[in-house]
């Protein structure tokens, strides 16, 4: 790639950028959202058609001005936001565009479209039927089946923007096991992570962007953290120390006693068998556990999310029994989530922040059924400047925010109905590591306002940082819960492992 540039109306995305990846080479890619990272890999992928410079592929120039030039030339991409179709099966989405069909008469052959599948799928480590419909399954799966997808053109170069995003670790080593063996038979990966852990283990060369423009190209060995972060953010980033563990008041704000939910292999929610927590004024709780234990159900059945007969249980809020029927419920009583996916789940992409921000809230600020729509703006304001929202107006469209700043308009959000628990699901999913350590901070503040608050996250050194306690789940069940002092990784991959051992939680 020379001198790569692309401009949109009033801002240059991306100024004079060149880079070279090599055959059986991962080259990392690193910046802050908004520096320039998915404009350069639209231009790959032939999702923008104009550009400034030239591409390079073999030593020969290549005309990349659509998605199907990129593939024919061999640049397979799995973008960040999935791009699957929920109604169609795992195998039609992987085959998609290049259906198998039947020697003669160019009927689909479904037999060898579903063999073919199941053997991408066996690649990347996936154990799901390839006729299941995509919607039956969860975020993690569908990345895995973008992976598969992605191996299906035979690709020279792979691009990857935050494969691992929505993976827990022992789906992480897979995959990161899968790139070693890709580059291993030549194929040249571009790994775009905010993980950098990650690239430490696979990438051979790294380039960090800021603000459209290339500060540096280095080996990534020999690279360190507190380096990377400076050339990313252009400023230190004090390192991310444990948090002091609060000390818990005698009363839990929140109670759960064996929480179960009834599966549904329809929409993949997995059982729950048993779950109890606590949760006290001021204290930040983690859920840990492998894809598929229950942490986003524990989550969203405290939420309000499922129907009263799918789930048993008892629920105490202030000492008062917690049953909501809706979610809508719930955040009458004080309770918020913040979900995994905020742009299926949070946001309402086409309208605004301001739109966005007062949903949950337009109650109170109407009278008769008029809104008040000097107080909500002023207040949808002042929670936009408190979380550092970088928007040029509230009424921005918020799909065209960066990730870290669509996150934070979904925290905007729940905060602004001033709750008293909060539940936060993959929070820092997908964003920067200046946007998460703001993130971080907005926790420990909501924790010191005396907010109760639950995250459930696949990063375990997030955990570890942010958390008072640790509940770990493994197949819908508790298998330890441990105070923050006690914990390490390694006693906490033990318990998400532990299919036998089931422990009882600390709600008593």
């Known amino acids: 790639m020379r001198s790569l540039g692309k401009s949109f109306p009033g801002v240059r995305a991306l100024s004079d950028v060149s880079l070279e990846v090599d055959r059986g080479q991962v080259h990392g890619l690193l910046g802050e959202n908004g520096a320039g990272k998915s404009t350069l890999i639209n231009i790959l992928s032939g999702v923008f058609p104009h550009y400034d410079g030239q591409i390079l592929i073999d030593g020969a120039p290549a005309s ?7 593939q ?6 799995i973008h960040q936001e999935l791009g699957l179709v929920p109604d169609m099966s795992v195998a039609d989405n992987i085959w998609l565009g290049r259906e198998r069909t039947r020697p003669f008469g ?14 991408l799928l066996d690649r990347v480590g996936l154990t799901v039927d390839p006729r299941r419909p995509v919607r039956q399954c969860r975020v993690a799966e569908q990345q895995l089946i973008e992976v598969a997808k992605a191996l299906s053109i035979d690709a020279k170069v792979l691009i990857m923007d935050e494969p691992t995003s929505a993976l827990a670790d022992a789906e992480v080593r897979t995959l990161l096991a899968v790139i070693k063996r890709l580059t291993a038979e030549g194929v040249a990966i571009i790994y ?7 690239l430490d283990e696979v990438a051979d060369t790294v380039t960090v962007l800021r603000d459209g423009s290339k500060v540096a190209t280095q080996p990534m060995a020999g690279s360190s953290r507190e380096e990377l972060v400076r ?4 400023r230190d ?21 064996d929480l179960r939910l009834q599966p549904d292999a329809r929409s993949g929610r997995v059982a729950l068998n048993g779950v109890s927590l606590t949760v006290a004024p001021g204290e930040i709780v983690g859920l840990a556990g492998l894809m598929g234990a229950g942490r986003t159900e524990t989550l969203e059945a405290i939420f309000g999310a499922y129907p009263l007969h799918a789930q048993q249980g008892e629920m105490l809020l202030d000492g008062t029994r917690h049953r909501p029927h809706s979610p809508k419920a719930s955040i009458r009583a004080g309770v918020v989530l913040v979900p995994e996916d905020r742009k299926q789940q949070g946001l309402v992409l086409h309208h605004s922040v301001r739109f966005n921000t007062s949903l949950p809230s337009l109650k109170d600020f109407q009278t008769l059924g008029w809104v008040h729509s000097r107080a909500e703006r002023a207040a949808v304001q002042d929670k936009v400047d408190e979380l550092g929202v970088k ?10 925010l960066s990730g870290g700043n669509q996150q934070k308009v979904v925290l905007a959000k729940s905060l602004l109905v001033q709750p008293t628990v909060v539940l936060l699901d993959e929070p820092t999913r997908g964003i920067d590591v200046g946007a998460k350590a703001e993130i971080y901070e907005l926790v420990d503040a909501l924790a010191e ?4 608050l639950i995250v459930a996250s696949s990063e375990l050194p997030e955990l570890l940082r942010m958390c008072d306690r640790i509940v770990v789940l493994c197949e819908g069940r508790v298998t330890d819960d441990i105070p923050a002092q006690d914990a390490d990784q390694e006693r906490i991959m033990r318990a998400a492992m532990a299919r036998q051992s089931v422990v009882t939680g600390s709600a008593g």
């Open 64 to 70: 990349i001005h659509s998605p199907s030039d990129a």
């Open 449 to 452: 306002q005396g907010v109760s």
């Open 237 to 257: 980033i004090a390192n991310l120390t444990r948090r002091t563990p609060s000390a818990a008041t005698a009363e839990p704000r929140l109670v759960v006693r």
């Open 231 to 234: 050339l990313m953010v252009g």
């Open 391 to 400: 928007t040029t107006s509230v009424q921005t469209e918020v799909g065209t």
């Open 72 to 77: 024919r030339l061999g640049i397979s991409t």
């Open 106 to 119: 160019g009927l689909l052959d479904r037999g060898r479209s579903i063999a073919a599948a199941q053997e």
């Open 192 to 198: 775009i992570s905010h993980r950098l852990d990650e």
